[in-house]
């Protein structure tokens, strides 16, 4: 039997252990997959650990030059003329400006231009107007700001269109004459071509020819969100026909440092990285760089155009810095949603970009990122099935908490020092996962065997006893242990003699009605049947687990049996054409309680002098002619809840120590049979004072008065025995049976 268990056990463990790994596996495959309700969970993370672990410190040169709305009020709505945009650059750049990027679109001729309202009023109007002194330079406003931008450091913003069905719905009425970036390639054996590496443009929204040509460079400003609308990443480099552009942010780097070129970086996943200058730009294998935001909008200074325009600012403002023009003006505002906010002004991201890369300060996903997600996500699943299949439910909690406090910790250490994200996401969902799952399958199967041990203890265990041990398991040792317990013996009266006028399936049926309500009795106040011994039952009360008042209960349990008798008796004598009586001993003392038998075969069952006592008392209720002796230490331990009349004091067969055994029952019963209780005491206080004359004169008429006649015939006997032949001088009353 425990060898069995112990397979089941094993087996159990097997069970969870597979189950455990299979579902890290499975987690590993959807790791590669990369569902995409999961990607969305690993954005949030990355935005969690960035919101903590960001710096505010910047390097001081981006500006923002802000169309706001005090610049609108007091120049007038935009689109401005192009000859203020002209005086605003020129004024930018006179304050000592490196370079500045237009985070704007001048795709369309300036309408206030002289020259063109004079052409448009001849085609409308049919009028010849002339603006008379006004100096040339001023007939078209195109070709001043023109003028102004040509060979200088200004970067013209444009727009690329990657909906190539958009693209082909677009009317292209003049050239484009964007600037392609100066990219030198570098390429290992069978890397991907940079036209496949990179993202590819269908189509542009250009600048006006006439400003495009005059530009020295112009930039992209376009800015994809990730999937879940947030802008973590920005395209640094895009192909389009063949050539590659750079972003407004690095086109407008290039032009304050005067470095022009890029080296990019190719292999045979796509873009391995990005150099410029002396820094090396980590970017993923479609060109794009996370975005080091330094938090909400407002973190680098904000510049009104109207006080450049009307010099306003102190000198130090603009000197040496790379400016941005960009509008925070209602109805104009390019907002973006980031990590930090749902409004982020849009220009800030391309200052946010050269800060990034002219303080060094990058976050990457390196490409052992995946490999260390996997691995900890695989490690992270056995681990905490491991935990589970062995540990306690109660030590599960502190390791399971230290494990996800701890792979925050790290992620957020990395981020913060190594500027590297390392999600611990499926890690996370492979702890929670197998956690919840082995714990609900070893819960499941736990309550199987719970099933099954109800089932089974049921026949032996009260439904109250069964309880406790569930409620409280650390109460039931299987170890064995000495310990205080009640032990019954009852037997039936001449049940061989009875059995040989019965068929064998008749004694089977007797014994089944009777042994079934005898056990209810038992279980019911809450004792634990022990075994049957044919027709005698072997009970004990206090174990497995302790029973308050156990004695009592077990007092209790007799008496109920006697009762139930009377009723089994009147069924039997017409089933079976007669009745039964039984004998019950009842004693309490310490016992060896536990399993007993062999390694392989065994028995919960209780061993010791008390137990063979018991056994003795129940043998005794023959010769006493008693229906249920009770010993001292009974009578004690119940005290005054029951009646009792003292039998004898004996040393029954091997046992040296003397011991006074009573009957027990109910005081109603008591005070039925007081009369004929109160002479028999009398007599039994004769015969302990050795007057053994009177004494076998009173049990003599208790006997013919039909009053215990089993018991007082004994002791008439005895009486006449010791009166003819006379105890010595110390006696002590106590009678030695020879037999069990």
């Excluded at 000197?319 to 982020?344: E, N, Q, W």
């Excluded at 006493?624 to 009792?644: F, H, N, R, T």
Aim: a neutral charge.
């Amino acid at each position: 039997m425990a060898g069995f268990l112990k397979k089941i056990l094993k087996s159990d463990k097997t069970l969870l252990l597979a189950a455990g790994i299979l579902a890290s596996l499975v987690m590993a495959a959807l790791y590669i997959v990369q569902p995409t309700p999961l990607r969305f969970l690993d954005y949030k993370i990355y935005d969690q650990l960035l919101r903590r672990q960001h710096s505010t410190k910047t390097s001081g040169v981006p500006v923002i030059v802000d169309i706001d709305e005090k610049s609108l009020a007091a120049l007038g709505q935009w689109p401005w003329p192009r000859y203020r945009v002209a005086l605003l650059l020129e004024k930018i750049r006179a304050a000592g400006a490196m370079s500045v990027g237009m985070d704007v679109v001048l795709a369309e001729p300036d309408r206030t231009s002289p020259a063109l309202l004079r052409r448009q009023i001849k085609k409308e109007l049919m009028v010849d107007v002339d603006f008379q002194g006004l100096p040339k330079a001023l007939e078209d406003h195109d070709a001043l700001l023109a003028n102004v931008i040509a060979g200088k450091p200004y970067v013209l913003g444009f727009y690329f269109n990657f909906s190539k069905a958009e693209a082909d719905q677009q009317i292209q009425t003049q050239e484009c004459h964007i600037k392609p970036g100066q990219v030198a390639l570098l390429e290992a054996p069978g890397a991907v071509k940079a036209q496949d590496a990179l993202h590819s443009a269908f189509g542009t929204v250009c600048p006006l020819p006439v400003l495009a040509q005059a530009a020295t460079a112009t930039g992209f400003f376009n800015a994809t969100p990730d999937p879940d609308g947030i802008l973590r990443r920005v395209a640094l480099l895009i192909n389009y026909k063949g050539q590659i552009y750079p972003s407004l942010a690095l086109a407008t780097l290039m032009e304050a440092v005067g470095d022009r070129g890029v080296l990019l970086k190719l292999d045979t996943q796509g873009t391995e990285s990005l150099r410029y200058g002396g820094s090396i730009i980590p970017v993923d294998r479609a060109g794009q760089m996370l975005i080091n935001y330094r938090g909400a909008g407002g973190v680098f200074p904000y510049l009104s155009a109207v006080d450049v325009l009307e010099g306003k600012l102190p000198p130090e403002a603009l000197a040496g810095k790379i400016a941005f023009i960009g509008t925070s003006a209602a109805g104009l505002k390019d907002l973006r949603a980031t990590p930090f906010s749902a409004v982020y002004p849009g220009v800030e991201t391309h200052a946010t970009v050269v800060d990034n890369i002219l303080t060094q300060d990058f976050i990457s996903v390196p490409d052992y990122a995946p490999a260390v997600e996997l691995f900890a996500t695989i490690l992270a699943g056995i681990t905490i099935t491991f935990l589970v299949v062995w540990a306690r439910a109660v030590w599960l909690l502190l390791p399971l908490a230290g494990m996800g406090f701890g792979m925050w910790e790290g992620s957020a250490y990395m981020l913060a020092h190594a500027r590297v994200f390392i999600s611990p996401l499926y890690a996370y969902i492979i702890l929670a996962a197998n956690f919840t799952f082995l714990t609900l399958l070893k819960f499941w199967r736990e309550e199987k065997q719970k099933k099954f041990i109800h089932g089974a203890f049921s026949h032996y265990l009260a439904p109250a006893v069964i309880k406790q041990i569930y409620d409280s398991p650390e109460s039931l040792s299987l170890q064995g242990q000495e310990k205080e317990v009640t032990v019954m013996f009852s037997d039936v009266r001449g049940f061989t003699t009875m059995s040989e006028k019965l068929t064998p399936t008749q004694v089977t049926d007797l014994l089944h009605d009777y042994l079934t309500p005898m056990t209810h009795v038992i279980t019911s106040n809450m004792g634990t049947l022990d075994k049957f011994i044919g027709d005698a039952i072997m009970a004990f009360w206090n174990a497995p687990i302790d029973v308050p008042e156990h004695q009592k209960k077990a007092m209790n349990s007799a008496l109920e049996m006697f009762e139930h008798l009377k009723t089994l008796n009147e069924g039997f004598k017409v089933k079976f054409g007669l009745t039964i009586k039984i004998g019950v001993g009842l004693h309490c003392g310490r016992v060896r309680v536990g399993n007993m038998g062999s390694a392989d075969l065994f028995d919960y069952t209780l061993i010791g002098d008390n137990v063979n006592l018991t056994s003795r008392l129940e043998s005794l209720t023959k010769y006493y002619g008693q229906i249920l002796l009770v010993s001292q230490a009974m009578k004690e331990a119940c005290g005054a809840d029951y009646a009792y009349v003292e039998m004898d004091s004996v040393r029954v067969k091997g046992k040296n120590e003397p011991i006074t055994i009573y009957t027990a029952m109910t005081h109603g019963a008591r005070a039925a049979a007081d009369a004929g209780f109160s002479r028999y005491e009398t007599a039994l206080a004769d015969y302990k004072a050795m007057r053994f004359a009177e004494a076998a004169a009173m049990f003599a008429q208790l006997k013919s008065e039909s009053f215990e006649e089993v018991l007082c015939t004994m002791y008439e006997e005895r009486c006449l025995h010791l009166k003819d032949e006379p105890p010595g001088e110390g006696w002590d009353g106590v009678y030695t049976h020879k037999t069990k």
